[in-house]
């Protein structure tokens, strides 16, 4: 019994000293000056700068105002491009848009993809297509088509709309 007790008061500080690393303290265990040597100076951090505790998952720092934001016409040429395959789900929060499997015209393998606009400019990089056959992956080379033409079709969608 006496080892019992010894192994859970053992178990038990290391807990609270755990704890007390996580607090705002700047020494290894949450302990110490909180200045370096030589430097008179103390350092608020900024709001972006504030270490992080296990405390913050119980407060509510995210702003209600804050959007996510994913290019207007690569998301609409994605749905133009690839309007041959049926739509499985569309989230323009996340920017990701599931195609289930269709036939493009003239061809005769049937594809599905995932559309992934990650980025509110029209750049390449705000763009990243997973495609698929019934056999697997689809080729890299049917990937970057399939990419360059949704990049195309937003280009000519936005000179359409004047804003170049």
């Given at each position: 019994m006496r080892i019992f007790r010894s192994v859970a008061f053992?178990?038990?500080l290391i807990g609270v000293l755990g704890l007390s690393a996580c607090g705002g303290g700047?020494?290894?265990?949450?302990?110490?000056?909180?200045?370096?040597?030589?430097?008179?100076?103390?350092?608020?951090?900024?709001?972006?700068?504030?270490?992080?505790?296990?405390?913050?998952?119980?407060?509510?720092v995210d702003d209600p105002n804050t959007t996510v934001e994913v290019n207007r016409y690569i998301?609409?040429?994605?749905?133009?491009?690839?309007?041959?395959?049926?739509?499985?789900?569309?989230?323009p929060f996340s920017g990701i848009i599931v195609f289930g499997f269709g036939r493009p015209p003239g061809g005769g393998t049937a594809y599905k993809?995932?559309?992934y606009v990650r980025d509110p400019?029209?750049?390449?990089?705000?763009?990243?297509?997973?495609?698929?056959?019934?056999?697997?992956?689809?080729?890299?080379?049917a990937v970057r088509k399939v990419e360059d033409a949704?990049?195309?079709?937003?280009?000519q969608l936005r000179i359409r709309d004047g804003n170049l």
């Open positions: 053992g178990i038990s700047s020494g290894s265990l949450g302990f110490g000056g909180g200045q370096k040597q030589g430097n008179t100076a103390q350092h608020t951090p900024k709001a972006e700068e504030r270490r992080e505790t296990i405390w913050d998952l119980f407060t509510n998301w609409n040429a994605s749905l133009d491009v690839l309007s041959f395959m049926p739509v499985q789900a569309a989230d993809a995932t559309v400019a029209l750049d390449a990089r705000s763009l990243s297509v997973a495609l698929y056959t019934r056999s697997g992956p689809a080729s890299a080379e949704i990049l195309t079709r937003a280009r």
